[in-house]
């Protein structure tokens, strides 16, 4: 157990310290730093989703003028790592001529000026010699398999008991399959790099959730010492995962820049490059059978997941894991089998595992509520498990029950009539559902942070953090000031440069977990040894410490959602005019910011429930609907009312500062919650993705 720091700045809601910069159009994000005289890179990409190149012409690219260099195949120079085994083949940025997905890229131009490199990109002759390509996912297919393990390092396939034997003998069983969509990720940024390769350093501007990471990663793979790669990314726009790891156009920056010694390159990708480059949601389907005693108490929970990869690099979503550990019952299995195709390479999309995971089950365990006559919020409760199920591991907290009470509370579910679609108001038929939502609390090794006296009082706090727009600037320094035991305005935090003291990945809701352990041992460290009073320039530092108690609990952040949803009777027009969530999240560093992520999560999970969903053209092999006029994503006016909540929670377990993560968990169970009160409004069950009107008609 650790000793919680005292909270006196934590709690408090200060705003976002890099608000007034990002607001007035003053803060740099990657593709806007000054540099001078910069060139502009633009990337030419496969109109075919298989084949091999047989021509790439890039003679009137050349001969336009402001046009510097062209790089193909044919002259791009070797990569260290390319014929490495663990080379990461989604970074082998021009090292073959097989076409292995519609978008890749097969040139880059660059030139003195954006329009001008556009221009000639559009010049490059590319010919291909096309082979069958194959982009079909379905669960049926024959050449499914299964992943040595699961991201997130979790078992592919997990069995207890025997879960034939438990449905044959439950009173009450669902066997369905349930599928969530191709998502793409649209962080407000594109994704963005400014190169400059001078004396044999690069130096990357980057829209990236991990300045150290990416540096490992380009340096690995340009062959480079780690200390002549320089990675800075002060701000971002947005990431929701995309961001999380280098994508193919830093490392074709990187190598223009080299290619054109001491002229800064810059490289924006447009939203339609970003829906085949930068990863995205893998589309999944989930078969769930669940079976139950006439009480309601679940008996048997088997998921069994088919979700995509592409062929050039593994990616296996763990969709069955959450799963795992959500409720009680003895018989139990989870699976995973991936189809590998020629697509694009599936990434990370906000509570990647868990969003899509917690689709299937939480609409499924709706059904098994119905059919037993069960209250969906009872039902959850009298399901709660005393230990992790799968683990067996104690949770080190869990008040799942206390924020499905008091979401029923400030719902106002009490007295809910269940019988589905019999309200009608206005020629609207209205429904009300729950679903519950979990994410894991993670904390990474890894991280190391200074704190230094800067003189009169003031501290300045160094760690190569991230902050996507989620609040890292703001509540690291909370954190901070707490550890110090100042006040906010006396620390100086700086985040986001390789310059600065390594840390880990913004990911997987982990950063304030694992950076805010690393300043808080440093900030110990410090007073330890200088004291109440420190000299001027008296500075020390520390590594992230050893999570103590990780391998005993189980530790996950909870929470419920409840939906009212409002679907017309006529049009089958579907509207959400109230999203309300109550979560289990440990201490809450910055409520202004914690409500920002925990609202911005549902919002996004009702986008998922309602609008999202990327359409593939079979024929060809790519998104066809890629950019913002056809990939529709939730606007204000689909949400009219979204509340989030937490009650309060003492966990003394998963950090110095009793945080869990809450970047993702706000997406976790949305859909379900919405589709749930869309059966209730209609009587119509919902089990694809997205909930468009032609569900009900
Ligand atoms: Mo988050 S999808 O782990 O960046």
């Avoid at 995309?242 to 190598?255: E, N, R």
């Avoid at 490059?273 to 995205?280: A, D, E, K």
């Avoid at 009680?328 to 990434?347: G, K, N």
């Avoid at 053209?617 to 949400?639: P, Q, W």
Wanted: charged fraction near 20%; aromatic fraction near 6%; glycine fraction near 10%.
């Amino acid at each position: 157990m650790t000793d919680l720091l005292r909270s006196r700045v934590q709690g408090s809601a200060p705003r976002r310290v890099d608000g007034p910069a990002k607001v007035t159009g003053t803060a740099p994000y990657a593709n806007d730093q000054p540099v001078p005289s910069p060139a502009y890179a633009w990337l030419v990409q496969a109109e075919v989703a298989r084949g091999v190149l047989t021509r790439v012409d890039v003679a009137s690219a050349l001969a336009l003028d402001g046009v510097s260099l062209v790089l193909t195949p044919d002259n791009a120079p070797r990569l260290a790592d390319t014929d490495d085994t663990d080379t990461d083949a989604e970074l082998a940025a021009l090292q073959s001529p097989e076409v292995s997905f519609r978008g890749q890229v097969v040139a880059v131009v660059v030139a003195d000026s954006p329009e001008t490199a556009r221009h000639a990109a559009s010049l490059v002759h590319v010919e291909i010699d096309q082979r069958p390509h194959d982009v079909h996912l379905d669960a049926d297919r024959d050449d499914l398999y299964a992943p040595e393990q699961v991201n997130g390092g979790f078992e592919t396939d997990t069995a207890q008991g025997d879960v034939p034997a438990a449905l044959e003998q439950a009173a009450h069983v669902v066997d369905q399959t349930y599928t969530t969509a191709w998502y793409n990720n649209n962080p407000m940024e594109p994704h963005a790099t400014t190169a400059l390769w001078s004396d044999g350093e690069l130096l990357l501007y980057e829209s990236t959730q991990g300045v150290h990471t990416t540096r490992e990663a380009v340096a690995k793979t340009l062959g480079l010492p780690l200390e002549q790669v320089h990675v800075v990314s002060p701000h971002v726009g947005g990431g929701f995962g995309a961001k999380g790891t280098p994508h193919v156009h830093t490392i074709l920056a990187a190598m223009a820049a080299r290619a054109v010694p001491g002229t800064p390159v810059k490289l924006a990708l447009t939203r339609q490059q970003m829906f085949s480059l930068v990863g995205y949601r893998t589309p999944t389907i989930q078969r769930v059978r669940l079976g139950c005693a006439a009480d309601g108490r679940l008996t048997a929970i088997a998921v069994d997941a088919v979700s995509q990869t592409s062929r050039i690099k593994e990616f296996a979503e763990q969709t069955a894991v959450p799963s795992r550990t959500m409720y009680a019952a003895p018989h139990r299995r989870s699976t995973h089998r991936l189809a590998a195709l020629d697509v694009p390479v599936p990434s990370w999309m906000r509570a990647p595992g868990e969003c899509p995971g917690m689709f299937g089950p939480e609409v499924a365990l709706d059904e098994l509520a119905v059919a037993c006559g069960v209250d969906p919020v009872e039902f959850r409760v009298r399901n709660e498990p005393v230990v992790e199920p799968d683990s067996g591991k104690p949770f080190s907290s869990r008040n799942l029950i206390a924020c499905l009470h008091e979401g029923a509370r400030r719902f106002g579910w009490a007295g809910r009539d269940p019988s589905p679609g019999v309200r009608e108001e206005a020629g609207w038929l209205v429904g009300t559902g729950v679903a519950a939502s979990t994410y894991p609390v993670n904390v990474m090794p890894g991280s190391a942070a200074t704190v230094r006296h800067t003189g009169a009082g003031r501290y300045r706090v160094e760690i190569g953090a991230a902050d996507l727009g989620t609040g890292t600037w703001t509540a690291l320094a909370q954190i901070a000031a707490d550890a110090l035991g100042v006040d906010f305005a006396d620390v100086d935090l700086r985040i986001g440069d390789t310059a600065l003291p390594k840390a880990t990945v913004a990911g997987g809701s982990s950063g304030i977990g694992s950076w805010g352990s690393t300043v808080v041992a440093a900030a110990r460290a410090f007073r330890e040894k200088f004291g109440d009073h420190p000299a001027d320039g008296d500075q020390t530092g520390a590594a992230t410490p050893e999570p103590s108690a990780a391998d005993e609990y189980a530790m996950h952040a909870f929470g419920a959602q409840f939906a009212e949803v409002r679907v017309h009777a006529d049009t089958g027009e579907v509207r959400v005019p109230r999203l309300l969530g109550v979560f289990a999240v440990g201490r809450v560093v910055n409520p202004r910011l914690a409500r920002s992520q925990l609202i911005g999560g549902m919002t996004m999970g009702l986008s998922m429930a309602l609008h999202e969903q990327s359409l593939l053209d079979e024929r060809f092999g790519h998104v066809l609907n890629h950019d913002f006029a056809e990939y529709h994503i939730a606007t204000n006016s689909d949400v009219p009312d979204v509340e989030a909540h937490w009650v309060d929670e003492h966990d003394p377990h998963t950090n110095p500062m009793g945080t869990k993560g809450i970047g993702e968990i706000g997406i976790v169970g949305t859909a379900a919650a919405i589709v749930n009160a869309a059966y209730h409004a209609t009587g119509v069950r919902v089990r694809d993705l997205p909930l468009t009107l032609d569900h009900f008609l």
